[in-house]
């Protein structure tokens, strides 16, 4: 997150809102967070991932598989 952003503006999402804009599971959110690809918080017993993390992680370059 940077450091110039204040946390009011941050804007958190639940998984369930992060599956529904990537257009995955929420067992495959829970495994970026989990595996360090997707930053998040820690609230309670869920977790809360920064909306522009997720627009960055969107923005990555696509992988080639084939």
């Known amino acids: 997150m940077p450091e110039d952003r204040p946390l009011t503006d941050v804007r958190f999402l639940t998984v369930a809102e992060v599956a529904s804009l990537m257009r995955v599971s929420k067992m495959t ?35 080639d598989t084939a």
């Open 29 to 63: 959110v829970y495994r970026l967070v989990h595996h360090g690809e997707l930053p998040a918080v820690r609230v309670g017993r869920s977790f809360r991932v920064p909306e522009h993390a997720v627009h960055e992680y969107l923005r990555q370059p696509f992988i």
